[in-house]
């Protein structure tokens, strides 16, 4: 994914479209918007970071109602809980 994660992204996107009941598409999605949030950021783009951590977020959570009884729920439901935590307190310092 080296470089492309824009583009995974996109394909995440479109596999959560065909088959919104997937888990494993709306986890790969939020996993995918997270790692790119968190390298914008790193390079002082809170702005643009901040929409890929919110669609984090949302697409963790939306995993959990894609199939509520995966064993990961717990770990997405705490991984879209965090990311929300973590953009508030950016938003308090004024990143955003």
Do not use: H
Not at 65 to 73: F, G, H, K, T
Not at 80 to 91: H, N
């Amino acid at each position: 994914m080296e470089g492309r994660i824009e583009d995974a992204i996109k394909a995440f996107d479109k596999s959560t479209s065909l088959d919104p009941s997937s888990f494993d598409a709306w986890w790969s999605l939020a996993s995918a918007c997270n790692i790119l949030g968190t390298q914008i950021e790193g390079e002082n783009d809170y702005a643009r970071a901040n929409l890929y951590k919110i669609k984090a977020a949302y697409s963790f959570s939306r995993a959990t109602r894609a199939d509520p009884n995966d064993v990961r729920v717990p770990k997405a439901d705490a991984y879209a809980d965090t990311i929300r935590e973590a953009q508030k307190s950016k938003k308090e310092l004024g990143r955003f």
